[in-house]
């Protein structure tokens, strides 16, 4: 498929990939261009390779999780910038993630509409063809609570 040069694009960093082959369909279906990698270190050397919109990070990965990565971009003043959300199965979650300040935080399962209504917000695609508007927007605050429902 012709990638748009208006595009926006999102670094996915997810290592299960049926989970990723997954959020990227949704994501290319939004509009947007996805790149992705299986850990943190992989991740690093695309998100200085191709500066991204966003990115939706995994906390738990081999390699280099989450959390290493996250501590790695913070460090380099040339990538620290790109918002972040993340996204784990832990039940204390929020906690863990408070000291790396990201953009938002999911809980697994996804919320796919919570998701691109967060995407929305802090990337907008810039190809309204293939943009399917969000049902509503909502805040990080708000996606944090509709995501920690019921286990």
Do not use: N, W
Not at 1 to 11: D, F, N, Q, S, T
Not at 121 to 132: E, G, M
Request: glycine share 4%.
């Amino acid at each position: 498929m012709a990638r748009h040069p208006h595009m926006r694009r999102i670094l996915l960093v997810e290592d299960d990939p049926d989970v990723r082959d997954a959020l990227r369909l949704v994501l290319d279906q939004a509009g947007y261009e996805v790149v992705c990698a299986g850990e943190g270190r992989e991740a690093l050397d695309r998100l200085r390779e191709s500066m991204p919109a966003l990115i939706l990070l995994d906390l738990m990965m081999p390699v280099m999780d989450g959390f290493e990565f996250r501590v790695q971009q913070l460090q380099d003043p040339s990538i620290a910038s790109v918002p972040v959300i993340v996204f784990s199965c832990g039940a204390d979650i929020d906690e863990k993630v408070a000291p790396m300040r990201v953009a938002a935080c999911l809980r697994k399962p996804i919320d796919v509409d919570a998701m691109l209504d967060l995407i929305c917000v802090l990337a907008q695609p810039r190809d309204p063809a293939r943009y399917r508007p969000p049902r509503r927007r909502i805040g990080a605050t708000a996606a944090r609570r509709r995501s920690s429902g019921p286990p």
